[in-house]
């Protein structure tokens, strides 16, 4: 479910940055002109790993450990795109208002996705449905 949550703030992210690098590209003013760019890049980016961690939830909800990997690498991507964006506004865009908090709170949510599907637990669940799946007289095809 968490990971749903967050493809889905991702997906709110992706229409911001695209309108942004848009509106900038037309209008002309922005502060130097690898801006729209930069912006438009970050906004498939994040498209990308969106995509990826609905990707691992549906692999989580069939009870694979595959979706393991795929909702951890993709909660690290975004909590490494958002460092990267960081670093860029703060330097790059001294005026941009970049705010460590406001960083850090959008990395909350990734780093709590990935220490729950990393966990035990989250292991042994799965290792539940294959056993229930290899018991189950139905599922064998």
Do not use: H, K
């Not at 990997?69 to 490494?80: D, E, K, N, R, W």
């Not at 709590?112 to 966990?119: D, E, F, G």
């Amino acid at each position: 479910m968490l990971c749903f949550v967050i493809a889905l703030l991702q997906g709110f992210a992706v229409i911001g940055y695209l309108a942004v690098a848009s509106e900038l590209a037309e209008s002309g003013n922005a502060i130097a002109a690898w801006v729209p760019t930069f912006l438009a890049v970050m906004g498939i980016a994040r498209l990308v790993v969106a995509v990826a961690l609905v990707v691992g939830a549906a692999l989580l909800i069939r009870r694979s450990p595959t979706g393991r990997s795929v909702a951890a690498g993709a909660a690290l991507a975004m909590v490494l795109l958002q460092l990267v964006e960081y670093g860029v506004r703060a330097s790059a865009l001294p005026t941009s208002g970049a705010n460590p908090f406001s960083t850090l709170s959008s990395v909350i949510l990734p780093i709590v996705l990935v220490i729950v599907v990393l966990t035990g637990s989250t292991r042994r669940w799965l290792d539940g449905g294959a056993n229930r799946r290899r018991d189950d007289p139905l599922s064998r095809r």
